[in-house]
Antibody, heavy 115, light 110 residues
Framework: QVQLQESGPGLVKPSETLSLTCTVS????????WSWIRQPPGKGLEWIGY???????NYNPSLKSRVTISVDTSKNQFSLKLNSVTAADTAVYYC?????????WGQGTLVTVSS | QSALTQPASVSGSPGQSITISCTGT?????????VSWYQQQPGKAPKLMIY???DRPAGVSNRFSGSKSGNAASLTISGLQAEDEADYYC??????????FGTGTKVTVL
């Protein structure tokens, strides 16, 4: 059974960097693509980007200048960094397996941007 | 990139069939057969219901089916049940080599 678990600070100050890690169990990171998706409170889903286990990435154009997704195959983890955050970045952040369609999701973690 | 357009809400009585539309453009839904659908219960992570327009993952009820015509994709739920009440989102690949979600549809079982 594939399981994903997000971890990281639940509160980030404006202008700082949001950092989250997704730990994968029941599957190898080297099996393929891994994605980040977010959902502002009461709103819809937004694709952030994906990474292939080799390190190749693809980002949402609207976030591209602020986003970095990386992978650590030794720890079976992948990570998200979003810099210069504002209140508009407050959302539940999900990690998921795949690119394009997502068969397995983490439970999501709420990140609030506030001073 | 703009979100794909879905109706805000769709409702039906138990046993009925409902269809949720997902309208895009010739640069996304109309060009590629890479449309997927997700069901999201309150407070839960989304669940994959359909991928590649009409394929169902193992374990998903055959009451859920997907199709596409032109720039619009559709998700049909037949034999509507109380447990189908949830939010539903579509997703498509785009010609810009990225992905876009739909605006979301709240399904209510009357």
């Amino acid at each position: 059974q594939v399981q994903l678990q997000e971890s990281g600070p639940g509160l980030v100050k404006p202008s700082e960097t949001l950092s989250l890690t997704c730990t994968v169990s029941g599957d190898s990171i080297s099996s393929g693509y891994w994605s980040w998706i977010r959902q502002p409170p009461g709103k819809g889903l937004e694709w952030i980007g994906y990474i292939y286990y080799t390190g190749s990435t693809n980002y949402n154009p609207s976030l591209k200048s602020r986003v970095t997704i990386s992978v650590d195959t030794s720890k079976n983890q992948f990570s998200l960094k979003l810099n210069s955050v504002t209140a508009a970045d407050t959302a539940v952040y999900y990690c998921a397996r795949g690119a394009g369609w997502y068969g397995f999701w983490g439970q999501g973690t709420l990140v609030t941007v506030s001073s | 990139q703009s979100a794909l357009t879905q109706p805000a809400s769709v409702s039906g009585s138990p046993g009925q069939s409902i269809t949720i539309s997902c309208t895009g453009t010739s640069s996304d839904v109309g060009r590629y057969n890479y449309v997927s659908w997700y069901q999201q219960q309150p407070g839960k992570a989304p669940k994959l219901m359909i991928y590649d327009v009409s394929d169902r993952p193992a374990g998903v009820s055959n009451r859920f089916s997907g199709s596409k015509s032109g720039n619009a994709a559709s998700l049909t739920i037949s034999g509507l049940q109380a447990e189908d009440e949830a939010d539903y989102y579509c997703n498509s690949y785009t010609s810009s080599n990225n992905y876009v979600f739909g605006t979301g549809t709240k399904v209510t079982v009357l």
